[in-house]
């Protein structure tokens, strides 16, 4: 099994900035990807960013510019900077990494909200 364990959710003003991270532990061998997904009230969830066990990284065109996924592959950790936070970011987001390309396991989510 694996676990992950979020932190670095909260509440912050437009135009701030937030730092999430993941951290992974159990049977973590076999990663095919890492990423950050999101989901607000009355929406499907949707991909923010990932990125590959070679080092590929894709982002919601919505993200672009704005946020940046980083990873320790020694911490078994994976970042989230989200700079030029917008209202329309909040939202919970949830950890996700991806095993032998097939198999998913999810964070339990931490909520982001971005409001004056």
């Known amino acids: 099994q694996v676990q992950l364990v979020e932190s670095g959710g909260g509440l912050v003003q437009p135009g701030g900035s937030l730092r999430l991270s993941c951290a992974a532990s159990?049977?973590?061998?076999?990663?095919?990807?890492r990423g950050w997904f999101r989901q607000a009230p009355g929406k499907q969830r949707e991909l923010v960013a990932t990125v590959t066990s070679g080092g590929s990284t894709t982002y919601a065109d919505s993200v672009k510019g704005r946020f940046t996924i980083s990873r320790d592959i020694a911490k078994n950790t994976v970042d989230l900077q989200m700079n030029n936070l917008k209202p329309e970011d909040t939202a919970v987001y949830y950890c996700?990494?991806?095993?032998?390309?097939?198999?998913?396991?999810w964070g339990q989510g931490t909520q982001v909200t971005v409001s004056s």
């Open positions: 996700h990494l991806r095993r032998w390309g097939t198999t998913n396991y």
């Open positions: 159990g049977s973590i061998a076999g990663i095919s990807s």
